[in-house]
């Protein structure tokens, strides 16, 4: 049916952005995070800078590491458009951050904060690469500084959904030409892997047919927990949204900041 690897869903950073460009509903919670760390914030998967530009027009110094050329080249086109002041408080690396080489230039570290947000965590392949992640932020950190992310918890409504049936229907104009796309989103849920596959297609008036393929590595809230606590972090928040509602019962998303 599709190819995760061919339908890479971080390979066109203006489909990216299309795809993405009404979601903020995170925007307001990082910013503020970032800006109370009162110095320099490394962002982890910073993608086409969705979240890095708003930081950095609101006076955050930050460095983003991302492994997608394409997403990085995008947000390097964003930033070519604004005033040097704003400019100069980001910085990018192309990287992937599961690596040891992946480390922020000096000028940013210790870092205030290390941000990992939108979901990022699920492309790390198991709990080890997600502590490993941790454990590196947490070298990064400067004394008392603070690590803030957001990912999805397991929902067995959505994975019981017929991975044959087409949902959520939408329709975008195409960056590459202005000409309209119908979208439409399909998912499937493989337990043994504990991977859920969602798969974005966009049809073209001329019936071509692209493809982003999310596989996104679910982790039960105990592991999350865990991995925290085995990686030298502690939580000092947990939420299951954006408007920081408690966790309470089954929450679909967790949403939490760590300290050192
Ligand atoms: C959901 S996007 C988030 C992008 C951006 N932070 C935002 O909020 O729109 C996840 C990003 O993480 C990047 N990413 C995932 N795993 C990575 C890794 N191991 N190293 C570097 N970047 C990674 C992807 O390339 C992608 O740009």
Known sequence: MVSPE??????????????????DEDRAWYAA???????????????????????ALSGVRIHGID???SMLARLADRLERLPPIVRD?????????????????ADVLPAAAVLWPFNALHHCPGPEAVTAVLRKAAE?????GRLALDCYLPDRELY?????????????VDPSDGGM?????????DEERRLHHVVYTYRSGDGRER??????????????????????????????DFDGTPLGHRPLKWIAVLER
């Open 67 to 69: 492994r997608s050329g």
């Open 211 to 240: 493809r982003s393929h999310l596989a996104l590595r679910m982790y039960e809230l105990g592991e999350l927990r865990a991995m925290v606590s085995d990686s030298g972090w502690r939580i000092v928040r947990e939420v299951r």
């Open 181 to 189: 796309l119908e979208s439409w989103e399909q998912g499937w849920w």
């Open 6 to 23: 061919r339908d890479d869903p971080y390979g066109d950073g203006r489909m990216y952005d299309m795809e993405y460009a009404d979601h």
């Open 140 to 144: 990064w950190i400067a004394p008392g």
């Open 33 to 55: 995070i970032a800006r109370a760390a009162r110095g320099p914030v490394v962002e982890l998967g910073c993608g086409t800078g969705r979240l890095t530009i708003p930081l």
């Open 89 to 105: 408080q980001v910085s990018f690396a192309e990287a992937d951050y599961l690596l040891p080489e992946a480390v922020p230039p």
């Open 160 to 172: 019981s959904r017929d991975p044959d049936q087409r949902y959520e229907f939408r329709t975008f």
